[in-house]
């Protein structure tokens, strides 16, 4: 069984660009969330996806959006980046989304550094 | 605002003794909880959860405790272990909706030889 991975490991981007991060769930599940780690900080939930739709969301701007597709692979896309996003980005993949609680598996992560 | 917190950054702890990690949170809605464990360069792992609907759960060397009156959760390793020493988060959720955890700042634990 494979687990949740992503890619890529580490990211180096400049102010006002656009990046897209990838993540692919755990065989099964059919949820996808992300979250942002700050350095020093717990992971902030940034949204969720369940079946291809959007399934809540956190305290972000829109210029954070993301996708996913029908073999429940996710991608997070951040525009316009901001030196504040610069973060440990997990994602994490669970089966079912409400109405009980499902364990959630976490991947590596990808490092994004916004000089 | 700080709806789960660890207080405690750091914990140093020998190794055999008994770790105790504790956590708070405010939102009353929170119903079920969750502690991950975090090496580096790897994503946070499920250690053990509560429901709110229970104030114990024990599995192997870890318990977790759960006070509601005082909104106050703790995880209890015995005995601990060299292998022990990584971050610790305690994470919050609602069974009801989607399945947001809102996570404490973490505790880094380092059991000593």
């Known amino acids: 069984e494979t687990g949740v991975t992503q890619s890529p490991t580490h990211l180096i981007k400049t102010r006002g660009q656009q990046v897209t991060l990838r993540c692919s769930s755990q065989?099964?599940?059919?949820?996808v969330s992300w979250y942002q780690q700050a350095l020093g900080q717990g992971p902030q939930f940034i949204f969720q996806y369940y079946r291809e739709e959007e399934n809540g969301r956190g305290n972000f701007p829109p210029r954070f959006s993301g996708l996913q597709f029908p073999n429940y692979s996710s991608e997070l896309n951040v525009n316009a980046l901001e030196l504040d996003d610069s973060a440990l980005y997990l994602c994490?993949?669970?089966?079912?989304?409400?109405?009980?609680?499902?364990?959630?598996?976490f991947g590596p992560g990808t490092r994004l550094t916004v000089l | 605002d700080q709806q789960v917190k660890q207080n405690s950054p750091s914990l140093s702890v020998q190794e055999g003794r008994i770790s105790i990690l504790n956590c708070d949170y405010t939102n009353s809605m929170f119903d079920y909880f969750l502690w991950y464990k975090k090496y580096p360069a790897e994503g946070p792992t499920f250690l053990i959860s509560?429901?709110?609907?229970?104030d114990k759960n024990e599995d192997g060397r870890f318990t977790v405790f759960l006070n509601k009156s005082a909104k106050h959760l703790s995880l209890h390793i015995v005995p601990s272990q060299p292998g022990d020493s990584a971050v610790y988060f305690c994470a919050a959720s609602q069974i009801q909706g989607a399945q947001k955890l809102v996570f404490g700042q973490g505790t880094r634990l380092t059991i000593n030889p």
């Open positions: 994490a993949s669970s089966l079912g989304a409400s109405g009980g609680v499902y364990e959630q598996f």
């Open positions: 065989s099964g599940h059919n949820t």
């Open positions: 509560i429901s709110s609907i229970k």
